[in-house]
């Protein structure tokens, strides 16, 4: 095993960000290099894990990364290696690739070199637009780091050769992400103590993109944000960002994963069904939950609507009938319980699942790699519908009807499918909604198809081209412009 040889960091390269990260807590940070990947450095921050996450979604916009995202995947799933058939982990390896191309996406997992999180990084390896880069975050517990100790200083640029280990509780860091933030909750060779910390900063990240009560405009997430010496400023200003959840098997600290970002924190999931344990269970779970409902609808329509006592008890039963359905795909996950460990802290997986069924149904998505109709899947069609979906909620009043579209639109103009657009809004009253925003995008974005389906529903250019401010600010926006800026900047 190597060993991570610390170099230090001038400290007049980098004083805006030191004095930033020593003002919100941090407690080491640093530059990594990878002897598989020598021409990559990767940032690392260490932070305690009762930080204010919305100092660290600051940080990450305004010194990891050219733009802010216009999507964020965060994918989680078995650290161990899995099983997927080289058909579809190619497919999947190009439609998150192209997804991530599309949109302007973040990309967050564990961090590891191992399982998915290697699979990942193995992918952002291949980008075929190297002027294009993708941010790849990885979130770990502190003390599961391989040679974490070594990484305990403030401002060193250290060679990390760490190779993986057959020593339990610990494991080496994938060398293709570009950014690590690791969670110091005090424990040693453990992991899992980041999955709060995790959860937190998606919910930050997202600020609300499906909720239907959003203060903040979703539809300025072009914007870009100026950088600031200090990260204590009001972070309302930051727009609010969809971010979606892709797990790939899994077991226990997936299924916590899968509870924080669905339940806590309003963040629809997607599941590969038939990659085995946690994805196979909500799969099943899922299946059986509508089978009872809807099944108990029919028979209790009445019972059901007129009596509260009755809907109690009838989700107590159902509740019943599916622990006792899925106890063996429980008890592979969770295994035996061990007597000796308190009742509050043993494993219960199907507690978390049944939270995530009875509270956030519609945002679990399944699907099924291994089904006859997917055998052409298009993963990032598959994300923007389970984004939509994500968006309808049962407020149906016309403020938010009309929230909810404007998020719609926003969402396939990134994705850059008119014809998806075209497909849900077929009224013209579904059009009665502000474009002006969504029109200066398409412009931004050279959408043409955009920009000739929003004229054709009363967008007028000449209110933009009476604004001297907003047709300079488009004009800047130009990829010439940026040219002759970064040549300014140079010279």
Not at 165 to 186: C, Q, R, Y
Not at 213 to 240: E, F, N
Not at 255 to 260: G, Q
Request: with cysteine; glycine share 6%.
């Amino acid at each position: 095993m190597g060993k991570i040889l610390p170099i230090p960091t001038p400290n007049d390269v980098h004083e805006i960000v030191q004095d930033s990260l020593t003002s919100i807590g941090v407690k080491s940070y640093g530059t990594l290099t990878f002897p598989r990947n020598k021409s990559h450095q990767a940032d690392f921050i260490r932070v305690p894990d009762n930080i204010n996450v919305n100092y660290v979604k600051e940080f990450l916009y305004r010194y990891c990364s050219h733009e802010c995202p216009s999507l964020v995947i965060s994918i989680t799933g078995d650290a161990k290696d899995f099983e997927m058939k080289p058909k579809i982990i190619r497919q999947f390896r190009r439609d998150l690739l192209k997804v991530a191309q599309t949109t302007g996406t973040w990309i967050i997992t564990g961090g590891m070199d191992t399982g998915i999180m290697k699979l990942v990084g193995e992918i952002v390896q291949i980008n075929p637009d190297p002027s294009r880069p993708i941010p790849l975050i990885g979130i770990a517990t502190w003390g599961y780091v391989s040679g974490h100790e070594q990484l305990d200083a403030q401002g060193i640029h250290a060679y990390y050769s760490k190779s993986l280990s057959n020593k339990k509780g610990e494991a080496p860091l994938e060398p293709n992400h570009t950014n690590f933030i690791f969670v110091d909750d005090g424990s040693e060779r453990t992991h899992g103590g980041e999955i709060v910390f995790r959860g937190k900063l998606e919910k930050a990240i997202s600020n609300g993109f499906f909720s239907s009560k959003t203060q903040t405009d979703a539809l300025t997430a072009y914007r870009t944000l100026v950088a600031a010496q200090s990260l204590r400023t009001d972070s309302s200003d930051i727009a609010p960002v969809p971010v979606v959840l892709i797990v790939v098997e899994g077991g226990p600290n997936t299924i916590r994963t899968v509870k924080e970002a669905v339940v806590e924190n309003n963040i629809p999931a997607v599941f590969l069904d038939g990659t085995g344990r946690c994805c196979d269970l909500f799969a099943k779970a899922l299946h059986l939950y509508k089978e009872h409902y809807q099944h108990d609808e029919l028979a209790n329509e009445t019972l059901i609507k007129t009596n509260l006592s009755f809907s109690f008890s009838r989700d107590e039963e159902i509740k019943n009938k599916l622990r006792e359905e899925l106890k063996d795909a429980v008890y592979a996950i969770d295994g035996p319980s061990d007597p000796s460990t308190p009742t509050n802290k043993r494993n219960d997986s199907f507690e978390l699942v049944y939270e995530c069924l009875h509270k956030r149904r519609n945002f679990l998505n399944i699907i099924n790699l291994y089904s006859r109709d997917s055998i052409e899947l298009d993963f990032d069609l598959i994300i923007l519908k389970v984004l939509l979906n994500a968006t309808s909620g049962s407020d149906t009043s016309k403020q938010n009807m009309q929230r909810k579209l404007e998020k719609q639109l926003y969402l396939v103009l990134e994705w850059n499918r008119e014809d998806i657009a075209k497909d849900f809004v077929k009224n013209d009253a579904d059009w009665n909604i502000n474009l002006r925003k969504l029109f200066l995008l398409a412009l931004r974005h050279n959408r043409a198809a955009f920009v000739e389906l929003f004229l054709d529903h009363d967008s007028s250019l000449m209110n933009i081209f009476n604004d001297p401010s907003e047709l300079r600010e488009l004009y800047m926006d130009t990829d010439e412009m940026k040219e002759v800026n970064e040549i300014e900047k140079c010279t």
